[in-house]
Nanobody
Framework: VQLQASGGGLVQAGGSLRVSCAASGRTFSAYAMGWFRQAPGKEREFVATCNWSGGITFYAESVKNRFTISRDNAKNTVYLQMNSLKPEDTAVYYC???????????????WGRGTQVTVSS
């Protein structure tokens, strides 16, 4: 499956942004989806994940109650709604597809190219 993230940009602290990830190729609904991020000089870290239907979700503690992962299988798209953004949320955000929801990077078979999110203070 091919993944393409989009929707990143520059936003002020406290603002909101929604990033999207469009999938093509294999059956999108067969995959769990995850969002990860990587800030300059830091390792890639888990943000959120959901199962094939979006009915089961998990979040990193740092984004819980601020970010929401959702998906539209009819549109082959997964979303990450980000509210109450903080400067420390600045990173390149990547979407990934795997067999089951997981916080582990190595659980995902397919990765998108990422979209930059910058939060100014």
């Amino acid at each position: 499956v091919q993944l393409q993230a989009s929707g990143g940009g520059l936003v002020q602290a406290g603002g909101s942004l929604r990033v999207s990830c469009a999938a093509s190729g294999r059956t999108f609904s067969a995959y769990a989806m995850g969002w990860f991020r990587q800030a300059p000089g830091k390792e890639r870290e888990f943000v959120a994940t959901c199962n094939w239907s979006g009915g089961i979700t998990f979040y990193a503690e740092s984004v819980k109650n601020r970010f929401t992962i959702s998906r539209d299988n009819a549109k082959n798209t997964v979303y990450l709604q980000m509210n109450s953004l903080k400067p420390e949320d600045t990173a390149v955000y990547y979407c990934a597809a795997g067999r089951a929801p997981s916080q582990r990077i190595d659980a995902y078979d397919y990765w998108g190219r990422g979209t930059q999110v910058t939060v100014s203070s």
